[in-house]
């Protein structure tokens, strides 16, 4: 199977991440729109801090910071997922929700 986004967006003459934004663009204060940002942005910060605080780890040695830093290192790797499938949930909720909302105005 070699599908890939590109593929995917010139089937659909969509872009993915224009949809993201017209979609959280709509209703700015929903806690839909709120939520779908800090989980994505939180799925993508989440394992460069765990293998920042990982990378730390080789550094430093102390054996109480290295045990706080493992655990920091696998909480934040743990949460990875759970953020982005959060970021998902909310954006497909928000999408349900703004189905029938009329488009944001645009002011210059």
Not at 7 to 23: H, P
Not at 48 to 57: E, I, K, R
Not at 70 to 84: D, E, K, Q, R
Request: charged share 15%.
């Amino acid at each position: 199977m070699t599908t890939t986004y590109a593929s995917l967006e010139r089937e659909t003459e969509i872009d993915l991440y224009q949809e993201v934004e017209r979609l959280i663009k709509k209703n700015k204060r929903a806690w839909q729109a709120i939520l779908a940002v800090l989980g994505l942005a939180g799925g993508l910060v989440a394992p460069v801090l765990g293998a920042t605080a990982d990378v730390v780890t080789w550094f430093v040695h102390s054996q109480i910071v290295n045990s706080y830093l493992h655990v920091a290192s696998i909480v934040f790797c743990g949460l990875t997922m759970p953020l982005l499938i959060l970021g998902a949930f909310c954006l497909d909720a928000l999408k349900a929700k703004t189905a029938n909302l009329p488009a944001p105005s645009r002011r210059t």
